[in-house]
């Protein structure tokens, strides 16, 4: 720990401050000299109370820096995590104006329903099939609370919610007894042209293992996902930037569209 905790929850303070005004926060690892994991996961975990406190409600989790790839570009050893808050859900088809984000960026990924309680340092797949309700397509646009890019590496994504910033869900929900959910595929379409292309088995070789691996993470804070909540389990491509004008389309071929537009 490099923090104090009374700069950990003033960093939190920042944040949902930034995003309450659009006035972006100072990047963690620049503010605070040597500021490490743990005091990110402490400053996520204060942001997440100050926004309960203010009447927001956890509406699940998003996991991040699933692929190896991604993993290697930023220095991290293994994924991150951030809570996902009921306004960062938007309808399928929606104009999302540019001007309420800041660096936004386009994922692809499945979204698993919980149907009954997910925690515990053991949890594994067939925990994870056994709690899944159901799974759906996602949109992931990940964004960030900060003014610049902080230094390289994994704390300020985990501070900042592993960079979520809104979510669309298709209306196609699939039983994980159903599919083989390694084999999904899905395709990002951007004016009319394709961005590019992945498979469900991108994201640690089967999302499964995703969820998995975010159930025994929260364990060591003390937290258990719930009947309800959605996991964003991780993109299957590489995120892709978006600017005023733009009109995307994320095709999972059976499991639907995904559409959006971007408005000023």
């Not at 996961?41 to 790839?69: M, P």
């Not at 990002?188 to 998995?212: D, H």
């Not at 930037?241 to 537009?261: E, K, N, R």
Request: proline residues 4%; hydrophobic residues 40%.
């Amino acid at each position: 720990m490099a923090m104090t905790d009374e700069e950990r929850r003033r960093a939190a303070e920042d944040l949902v401050r930034a995003e309450l005004t659009r006035d972006w926060a100072e990047p963690i690892t620049l503010a605070y000299e040597g500021a490490d994991v743990e005091d990110a996961y402490a400053i996520g975990g204060y942001v997440t109370e100050l926004k309960v406190r203010s009447g927001r409600e956890v509406k699940g989790h998003t996991v991040g820096l699933t692929s190896k790839a991604m993993r290697s570009t930023t220095g991290a050893t293994e994924p991150d995590y951030g809570t996902i808050f009921d306004n960062w859900f938007l309808d399928e088809g929606s104009q999302v104006s540019m001007s309420t984000m800041n660096r936004p960026m386009v994922e692809i990924e499945l979204v698993f329903v919980l149907g009954s309680d997910l925690g515990g340092p053991s949890v594994n797949a067939v925990d994870v099939i056994r709690a899944t309700d159901f799974i759906l397509p996602a949109v992931e646009v990940v964004d960030s609370r900060f003014s610049r890019r902080g230094k390289p590496g994994v704390i300020d994504s985990i501070a900042d919610a592993a960079s979520c910033g809104f979510i669309m869900v298709g209306g196609n929900p699939v039983r994980l007894t159903d599919i083989d959910i390694r084999q999904i595929g899905g395709a990002l379409y951007k004016n009319g042209e394709i961005e590019e292309s992945g498979t469900a088995s991108a994201v640690m070789g089967n999302p499964i293992n995703s969820v998995a691996w975010l159930a025994r993470k929260l364990d060591e804070f003390g937290v258990h996902m719930e009947p309800g909540h959605t996991v964003l389990s991780g993109s299957f491509i590489r995120a892709h930037p978006m600017t005023v004008g733009d009109t995307f389309v994320a095709d999972y071929g059976p499991l639907g569209q995904i559409s959006f537009g971007v408005i000023d």
